[in-house]
């Protein structure tokens, strides 16, 4: 059975695809320098400082994203076999990672049949083994049968039961990975109203008749209760509960921030205390998969990193990107190659119209086309900001490379344009006042370019849209309108 809205752009689709993946793993990340925390007050400010019990890097992703790319990797692959992601599981185990849950290392320290071993564990200790640390990694499970509600509650149980056979942790995966699906293809434009708890039914009629009563009612307490109501978070049924809690409790702003709501959850769910990581990577599952990639703010995606299975290499938000595009589409890369290619430059310069070279600065930032790249790499830019789907060889690795998924396509694919407009503008500011040497591009530098400019010049340097986007045209070539109309939605930064 599929089951998707039609309505919903491609475009759109992938943004909360991937957005499941990137927006779990900042979470974790985010969550990582406090874990085990008591709760902090409503103002604090939270980052992904790094610290915390294991000593993480700012931006590293901790256990619990190293284990979900044990299962990206496997259905990026465009399989979907259990005992792959269980041999992933025992790679990863015996590299001895930094931090692993207790009822994880208990299974996994054994030999023998994952599934056999987690469920004798359940067997002989009903009351211990119903921890977090499966419903933590669900969130690529979704992304294996798009439109197909009934076989990811399969999979989401099965992979559960690897390790965490108690049915309670087998119930929670189902309902969240179906609700990450049911999300993807339902959820409406991000300046309508959505229900996550609703959502987050949706599953039920996937659970066992006689668990469902008891599922709906854990769903109704947490709906818009505050995540702190939770605190025994290191159980699935707290953990989840606080995870709903923070999404359907923290307001979604007004007009074009409606995304920001991603941001604000994952950090009032930081901010809730205990396992910090997990809850946010729970919670940022399910905010990715309504809000879109394009909704995790750029300088938490810039420092994010980790490892899989292995503890090399190290894996970047690029990584996660182009691994689930690849698992939502049964592991197989677009009609050009991407992601995956080398290099999506030569495409470029073979389209029917190619990128003519165009090149401008604006106070001392570069911006330009799929032509002026390698000049700009030459002449020793140390950011690269690309506008455009990008191959894994056109930017060297020792410059600093993020990917934003801004669509010259029109308004219904990029559905936090001005929010995203305004967070490339910062993201550009920061790494200009940082002292790095900064490029911005897209392929022809026709739309999306001048538009990213015009909005870094109304943000950061005082212009009205009119003169914003007069000069960036000027220097590069006027956008079209969808484009121009966000533009004009760009506010000065407050500071
Ligand atoms: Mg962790």
Redesign the pocket.
Known sequence: MSDVNPTISDRVVSDRHVGAVLAAAAG?ALG?GY?FGPPLPADEPVHPRGGGSFNWAPGEW???TQMAACILSVLADGSTDIDSIAANFRTWYQHGPA?VGIQTSTVLSQAGDLRSIAAEHARAHPSHSAGNGSL?RTAPVALAAPGQPDVIAQLAAEISALTHADLSCQDACVLWSVAIDHQVHHAPRSDQPWSFADAVRVGLEYLPADRRDEWAVLIHRADGASPREFPKNGWVVHAFQAALAAATSTPVPPGPDAGRHLQLTLEHAVRAGG?T??VA?ITGALLGSRWGATAVPAAWQRILHGHAADPTPVLTAIDLDSQARLAANGGRPDPNGWPGRPSMVDHYRQLPRPPQGRDAEFHGVRFGDTVTLDAAIADGAQTVVSLCRMGTDDVPSHVEHHVVGLHDTGHSDNPNLTLLLEDVADHIQDAHLSGRSTYVHCVAAENRTPSVAAAWLIRHHGYDADNALAVAGRGLNPPQSFLVDGVRSVRPAED
Request: hydrophobic share 25%; no cysteine.
């Open positions: 974790d990582a874990e901790t256990d619990d931090d933590m396992d990581d997990t990577a």
